[in-house]
């Protein structure tokens, strides 16, 4: 189910993982990093 904040962007899946594959895995990678990052340094 789609929020309303979803809705109103244009293309939601390309703002959050790009366009390619290489982006969007390289964000993936960026984003778990600062996650784990953020838990080990709690």
């Known amino acids: ?3 309303n904040k ?3 962007r244009k293309s939601p899946m390309t703002d ?3 366009t390619s594959l290489e982006e969007a ?3 993936g990678m960026e ?3 600062a996650h784990y ?3 080990l340094f709690m």
Do not use: C, P, R, V
């Open 31 to 33: 984003g778990t990093t």
């Open 6 to 8: 979803d809705l109103k």
């Open 25 to 27: 895995f390289k964000n």
């Open 16 to 18: 959050d993982y790009g």
């Open 1 to 3: 189910m789609a929020f």
């Open 37 to 39: 990052q953020a838990i």
